[in-house]
């Protein structure tokens, strides 16, 4: 057969772009080479429903090796007891999940997706909100913070059966253990969404959520730099202590139950080329040199916080204590809007994305907010003081928003700094 040039050309310019650019966006990393390669392999042939040693197709002996390795090494990275590598994504980790543990028309509470919450917990426009009858904490409008009084007094009220934490635009430390005292009181599941912030939880950068939840979520692309897809987790001991009544009124172990909320339940075929892939990242993830590089990821945000505060821009919540921020750009200018903001650094080759800041009077299209990451910068090789350059070019596109000559000579910088800074030698 032959090549398939058109789409290989597609592939090729999107390579350059990443390479020429400086990725913000804080879901995106850089995967490694190998982690890229397992995914370009055999594996993608087969089909392998079930779980290692009870499949229901023949010929499983190599991709169940592949998998338990995955699974060894997701469970040795983040201390958990049992692990699901399967899910295709975070969104399917926390609908199988859901599936698992609630029934339809359950109460689930969850973080505001406007206040920086995700869609999979509990938004009108998704599964989780059409299939489950959500309500919603959210931060202070004065700090930008969780105000952990009110999760408590909406939980009281609403008695939801699962309490959902985790974040896809906060920039702060979770209380796990209050979340745990408010589960507890109302007899409620509780549930950590880590996508964002695996890696830094991995590490023992931020606190650990298999302590006090009950479930643990999720990515392995943003910060954890593995492929895309996604994983479920609980503690050893959670196996053993709680049991989930099934639709049927029988006690099972919620390991088998999470299982069978991920095959049969929402997923068909496991991708195992991709698992290969996750295999490789979390053994990346255990190693010295991820260690520097989270560290940096961590340093590199609080330097880029600050140095958007000098400038005059409002970080919400004052800082960060994780891998990115969200940025409120009305204090700066009124007029500035997030769809401006975004549409304008991506013609110098920076990429953010727009994002609702809480209590946003635009809408999502709009929205008076970026969100910016230093997972990928970091990938890179960028530091401190990379951080602060970046900050300068991005406030003098958005101060010069309609000077084409003024962003064509910053898009010249950009394309030149970032051949420093080699992907994919
Ligand atoms: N789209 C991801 C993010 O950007 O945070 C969450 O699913």
Same mark, same amino acid.
């Given at each position: 057969?032959?090549?398939?040039?058109?789409?290989?050309?597609?592939? *090729?310019?999107?390579?350059?772009?990443?390479?020429?650019?400086?990725?913000?966006?804080?879901?995106?990393?850089?995967?490694?080479?190998?982690?890229?390669?397992?995914?370009?392999?055999?594996?993608? *042939?087969?089909?392998?429903?079930?779980?290692?040693?009870?499949?229901?197709?023949?010929?499983?002996?190599?991709?169940?090796?592949?998998?338990?390795?995955?699974?060894?090494?997701?469970?040795?990275?983040?201390?958990?007891?049992?692990?699901?590598?399967?899910?295709?994504?975070?969104?399917?980790?926390?609908?199988?999940?859901?599936?698992?543990?609630?029934?339809?028309?359950?109460?689930?509470?969850?973080?505001?997706?406007?206040?920086?919450?995700?869609?999979?917990? #509990?938004?009108?426009? &998704?599964?989780?909100?059409?299939?489950?009858?959500?309500?919603?904490?959210?931060?202070?409008?004065?700090?930008?913070?969780?105000?952990?009084? /009110?999760?408590?007094?909406?939980?009281?009220?609403?008695?939801?059966?699962?309490?959902?934490?985790?974040?896809?635009?906060?920039?702060?430390?979770?209380?796990?253990?209050?979340?745990?005292?408010?589960?507890?009181?109302?007899?409620?599941?509780?549930?950590?969404?880590?996508?964002?912030?695996?890696?830094?939880?991995?590490?023992?950068?931020?606190?650990?959520?298999?302590?006090?939840?009950?479930?643990?979520?999720?990515?392995?692309?943003?910060?954890?730099? #593995?492929?895309?897809?996604?994983?479920?987790?609980?503690?050893?001991?959670?196996?053993?202590?709680?049991?989930?009544?099934?639709?049927?009124?029988?006690?099972?172990?919620?390991?088998?139950?999470?299982?069978?909320?991920?095959?049969? #339940?929402?997923?068909?075929?496991?991708?195992?080329?991709?698992?290969?892939? /996750?295999?490789?990242?979390?053994?990346?993830?255990?190693?010295?040199?991820?260690?520097?590089?989270?560290?940096?990821?961590?340093?590199?945000?609080?330097?880029?916080?600050?140095?958007?505060?000098?400038?005059?821009?409002?970080?919400?919540?004052?800082?960060?204590?994780?891998?990115?921020?969200?940025?409120?750009?009305?204090?700066?200018?009124?007029?500035?809007?997030?769809?401006?903001?975004?549409?304008?650094?991506?013609?110098?080759?920076?990429?953010?994305?727009? *994002?609702?800041?809480?209590?946003?009077?635009?809408?999502?299209?709009?929205?008076?907010?970026?969100?910016?990451?230093?997972?990928?910068?970091?990938?890179?090789?960028?530091?401190?003081?990379?951080?602060?350059?970046?900050?300068?070019?991005?406030?003098?596109?958005?101060? &010069?928003?309609?000077?084409?000559?003024?962003? #064509?000579?910053?898009? &010249?910088?950009?394309? *030149?700094?970032?051949?420093?800074?080699?992907?994919?030698?």
């Amino acid at each position: 057969m032959q090549r398939d040039q058109q789409v290989f050309d597609l592939i *090729n310019q999107e390579q350059k772009r990443q390479e020429e650019g400086i990725e913000l966006i804080a879901s995106e990393n850089f995967a490694s080479k190998q982690v890229i390669e397992a995914m370009g392999t055999v594996l993608t *042939n087969k089909y392998a429903e079930g779980l290692p040693g009870k499949r229901y197709y023949g010929g499983c002996e190599v991709v169940d090796q592949i998998e338990d390795l995955a699974r060894e090494r997701a469970k040795k990275l983040f201390g958990a007891g049992w692990v699901n590598v399967q899910p295709h994504s975070g969104a399917q980790a926390n609908a199988a999940v859901m599936l698992a543990v609630l029934n339809a028309g359950d109460k689930i509470l969850g973080f505001d997706l406007s206040h920086g919450g995700h869609l999979t917990h #509990g938004s009108s426009v &998704n599964f989780s909100g059409k299939l489950y009858e959500p309500s919603f904490y959210g931060v202070d409008e004065e700090n930008g913070m969780i105000n952990y009084d /009110k999760v408590e007094e909406t939980a009281a009220k609403e008695k939801p059966k699962l309490i959902i934490c985790g974040a896809s635009a906060y920039s702060r430390e979770w209380n796990y253990e209050r979340l745990r005292d408010i589960a507890d009181e109302n007899g409620a599941l509780l549930l950590a969404d880590i996508s964002h912030p695996a890696g830094l939880i991995a590490r023992g950068l931020l606190s650990d959520p298999l302590e006090y939840c009950d479930i643990v979520t999720t990515t392995t692309h943003k910060t954890l730099r #593995g492929p895309r897809g996604g994983m479920i987790m609980i503690r050893e001991d959670k196996e053993n202590t709680i049991g989930i009544k099934t639709p049927k009124g029988d006690l099972r172990k919620m390991s088998s139950l999470l299982d069978s909320g991920v095959f049969p #339940g929402t997923q068909g075929g496991p991708l195992e080329h991709v698992i290969a892939a /996750k295999a490789i990242a979390f053994e990346e993830a255990l190693s010295e040199d991820y260690l520097k590089y989270i560290i940096q990821v961590k340093k590199n945000a609080e330097v880029m916080a600050k140095a958007f505060i000098s400038k005059g821009y409002h970080v919400i919540s004052g800082g960060t204590d994780n891998h990115l921020m969200l940025i409120d750009l009305r204090p700066k200018s009124d007029n500035l809007t997030g769809k401006i903001a975004e549409d304008s650094l991506i013609k110098a080759d920076i990429t953010i994305n727009k *994002n609702m800041v809480p209590f946003d009077t635009r809408s999502p299209f709009v929205t008076s907010g970026i969100r910016v990451g230093t997972a990928a910068v970091t990938t890179r090789g960028m530091k401190e003081n990379d951080m602060e350059r970046i900050v300068d070019l991005i406030d003098d596109i958005l101060m &010069n928003h309609e000077d084409d000559s003024k962003i #064509g000579s910053v898009k &010249n910088e950009v394309n *030149n700094w970032m051949n420093d800074f080699p992907l994919y030698k």
